[in-house]
């Protein structure tokens, strides 16, 4: 079973998120090593019946991407976390309103 993870928010700015794809993510740590915020962190969750490493947002940072993130704005190219995932199990949603 695939479950998409998404980490992030709405606000009156925009949308913020970074999903994680638990079918496609090994829990590898290229995308947190890559992080210049090291926003990312792996970690253990229950994906159907069996523990896994998977990468998660840390929780001080996921009402925070907007501005943790901002360097790295998908709207400039790739963020770094996003090209360096050879799995493609991570990518970012990042709609401003402005």
């Known amino acids: 079973m695939t479950i998409i993870i998404h980490y992030g928010y709405v606000d009156a700015s925009g949308e913020y998120y970074i999903v994680i794809d638990s079918d496609k993510c ?7 090593k890559k992080c210049p915020k090291s926003v990312l962190e792996a970690v253990k969750m229950m994906v159907d019946i069996e523990e896994r490493c998977l990468i998660s947002v840390k929780e001080e940072y996921r009402n925070k991407l907007r501005y ?31």
Do not use: H, L
């Open 26 to 32: 090994d829990g590898c740590e290229d995308c947190a």
């Open 68 to 98: 943790v993130c901002a360097q790295c704005m998908p709207e400039k190219t790739k963020p770094p976390c996003v090209a360096t995932c050879e799995k493609n199990a991570i990518e970012w949603i990042w709609k401003s309103s402005r």
